[in-house]
């Protein structure tokens, strides 16, 4: 298939890469995993047992309504959590085989409906915000823009940081949950290329 260039020549790719079926319930479980791995997994709180504080029973069994032991019991403010949380890890297994099919999925889909959108280059030499809203202008994007190149040059990252919703990235930076996220993704003919040879 083709992908558009605008201002030059279309672009011949991988059919498999960039024309594929959508997976949605791949693409789901690669975007989650993906979240989840993202987690702290730190917290962490105390257990009744785990709780510092005299054990004594302070009241007598009977006779005084509800039967108690200790203060630390979770019913009490300041005791402790009945089902204490602990440092985990959220960390889900995904195999790279299905991780790159969940990505083709999602440039297939992108090309498909017309959110994703190749160019020569940037055309930013510049740290300049100006020059790139005008370059956005240009490409007629809007909203959640996700600027993909080849190896990203410090002027077009500085000139798109002033400007919201705007995210560059290189292709190693590439990640499910900024693609499923963008409502554009503009990508150089070279980014395409790599994205290509990568997922090939």
Same mark, same amino acid.
Request: charge should be positive.
């Given at each position: ?16 890469? =960039? ?6 319930? !791949?693409? #789901? ?5 993906? %979240? ?8 962490? %709180? !105390?257990?009744?047992? %785990?709780?510092?504080?005299?054990? &004594?029973? =302070?009241? &007598? ?9 200790? @203060?630390?019991? /979770?019913? =009490? ?12 890890? @959220? ?7 299905? @991780?790159?099919v969940a990505i083709r999925s999602i440039f297939s889909e992108l090309a498909r409906q ?12 510049? /740290? ?17 823009? !996700? !600027?993909?190149?080849? +190896?990203?040059?410090?002027?077009? =990252? ?5 400007? /919201?919703?705007? #995210?560059?990235?290189d292709v190693m930076g590439l990640n499910p949950v900024s693609l499923v996220g963008s +409502? #554009? ?8 290329? &790599? ?6």
């Amino acid at each position: 298939m083709e992908l558009n260039v605008i201002g030059a020549k279309p672009l011949s790719v991988s059919d498999e890469v =960039f024309g594929g079926e959508y997976k949605k319930a !791949l693409v #789901h479980q690669v975007v989650i995993a993906y %979240q989840a791995a993202g987690r702290a997994g730190t917290q962490s %709180q !105390l257990s009744r047992g %785990q709780m510092s504080g005299t054990t &004594k029973k =302070f009241k &007598k069994q009977k006779g005084g309504g509800a039967r108690h032991g200790d @203060y630390r019991a /979770p019913i =009490f403010v300041g005791g402790g959590r009945a089902f204490a949380a602990k440092p985990r890890s @959220y960390e889900q297994k995904v195999n790279r085989k299905a @991780y790159r099919v969940a990505i083709r999925s999602i440039f297939s889909e992108l090309a498909r409906q017309g959110r994703l959108k190749v160019v020569e280059s940037f055309g930013v030499e510049s /740290p300049k915000t100006s020059l790139m809203v005008a370059k956005l202008a240009e490409l007629e994007v809007s909203g959640r823009v !996700l !600027l993909v190149s080849e +190896d990203a040059s410090e002027a077009v =990252f500085l000139a798109a940081r002033n400007i /919201p919703y705007i #995210h560059v990235l290189d292709v190693m930076g590439l990640n499910p949950v900024s693609l499923v996220g963008s +409502d #554009h993704v503009v990508m150089t003919v070279d980014a395409v290329k &790599k994205v290509e040879e990568w997922l090939a």
